[in-house]
């Protein structure tokens, strides 16, 4: 079976789904593949930084509808030591589970072709624009194509490696005590642990989402063991440890996901193909931009292509927009690594809060390239 439309979209995260939106409300036809079949969990702190709401709120998503919860103050402790303050911009979080099934609805709902349940296996360049061939056999062909496959790379395309490689990310939830869910409320609680960092924060629905870090060695060192792992994170971070006593976890094992290409960010977009979201930079996960780096791309390429403007043209925008946060979020990414080894932990912790509150202006994507004033 073939299907031919203006644009194929290759995976139905965040930044996929926020691209076929844009297009399909300016009358493009487009079609989604996205190979989970249904809601899905997600290797994500599932915090929203301002940006990212801004971007939402565009699309159309009520994330406070879907139950999303304010963050206000971010809490750092390692061993004894423990420093809070106020974040300063807006800030919620939303498990990845509710929000992206909330996009994908927002774009069956402007008109997107949705497939699921078939990944994409192959997708390459034919005559006057793209094959995408899904492992139920199914042809897609195209005139342009997105790669959106966030943390997965298609055969064939595996993206380069970052800057900071060898950390693996973990994420599980879990039903915190009643006294600790009210000590969570409106905070992230980050530990820092020798070889890594956690992060605790109440998505919907009074749950916690418990997302870590930690270098692959450590955790070979726990045999890849959740539990040896957890019960070290919970020792050196005594705070985090105190919030999770007594907790039920929601999954029996955590999702992981390795090889991330810290600080990576793709300069061009040689082959023509439009790369969004991780598949075009990949920021440290303390920095809890992910999310709208994702949305910010998504929505720069809808606006390039509709402008009539090609993908190179995309990719270097992106890139001019990005390049330093991701830069200095992996600088700082590895210099926390390096002082938690070097038990600098206790010193770090202490001014850990004030220096994020102090870079994520820094870390934050330029005001000026925000692009929600085209609306
Ligand atoms: C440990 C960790 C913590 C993080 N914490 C945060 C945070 O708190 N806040 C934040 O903003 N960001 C965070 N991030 C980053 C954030 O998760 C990503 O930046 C964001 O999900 C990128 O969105 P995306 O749409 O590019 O990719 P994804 O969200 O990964 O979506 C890609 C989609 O493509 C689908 N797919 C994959 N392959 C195929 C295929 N072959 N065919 C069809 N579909 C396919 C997948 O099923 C998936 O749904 C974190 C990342 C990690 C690793």
New binding site residues.
């Given amino acids: 079976m073939t299907a031919r439309h203006d644009v194929a979209v290759?995976?139905?995260?965040?930044?996929?789904a926020a691209f076929a939106v844009e297009l399909a409300r300016a009358g493009r036809d487009v079609v989604l593949?996205?190979?989970?079949g249904g809601p899905h969990d997600?290797?994500?702190?599932?915090?929203?930084?301002g940006e990212?709401l801004g971007y939402l709120a565009a699309l159309g998503v009520d994330v406070g509808a879907l139950g999303a919860v304010p963050v206000e103050i971010v809490r750092v402790s390692h061993g004894s030591v423990s420093a809070q303050r106020a974040l300063p911009f807006r800030a919620a979080s939303l498990s990845r589970r509710r929000l992206?099934e909330a996009l994908l609805a927002r774009a069956a709902g402007a008109g997107v072709a949705v497939l699921r349940g078939s990944?994409?296996r192959d997708l390459r360049q034919v005559l006057g624009g793209w094959s995408a061939r899904l492992e139920n056999g199914t042809e897609l062909i195209a005139r342009e194509a997105a790669l959106?496959?966030?943390?997965?790379d298609?055969r064939g395309r595996r993206r380069p490696p970052g800057r900071q490689n060898d950390l693996i990310?973990l994420?599980a939830h879990f039903r915190l005590r009643p006294s600790a869910t009210a000590e969570l409320a409106r905070a992230v609680e980050i530990g820092l642990f020798e070889g890594g960092y956690a992060g605790l924060e109440l998505v919907e629905d009074g749950i916690a989402n418990l997302?870590l870090?930690v270098r692959a060695e450590t955790f070979a060192g726990h045999g890849r063991e959740w539990a040896s792992l957890l019960a070290a994170v919970m020792a050196a971070a005594p705070r985090l440890g105190e919030l999770l006593k007594g907790a039920s976890p929601r999954h029996e094992r955590p999702l992981a996901?390795a090889r991330?290409p810290y600080g990576l960010v793709r300069p061009d977009a040689e082959d023509g193909l439009w790369r969004?979201?991780?598949?075009a930079a990949v920021i440290p996960?303390f920095a809890?931009?992910?999310?709208?780096?994702?949305l910010h791309s998504a929505r720069l390429a809808a606006l390039t292509m509709l402008g009539g403007a090609d993908s190179q043209t995309f990719q270097r925008r992106l890139a001019a927009d990005v390049t330093r946060q991701v830069g200095l979020a992996t600088l700082l990414s590895q210099a926390l690594m390096l002082s938690v080894a070097q038990t600098a932990g206790a010193a770090v912790a202490r001014v850990f809060p004030a220096t994020l509150a102090a870079v994520a202006a820094a870390t934050r994507i330029r005001p000026s390239a925000i692009l929600l004033q085209a609306d």
Avoid: N, W, Y
């Fill in positions: 290759v995976g139905g995260g965040p930044a996929g593949v996205e190979r989970e997600k290797v994500c702190g599932e915090f929203l930084s990212a992206d990944a994409v959106a496959t966030g943390k997965h298609l990310g994420k997302c870090v996901v991330i969004l979201g991780d598949q996960s809890g931009e992910g999310m709208s780096i994702a």
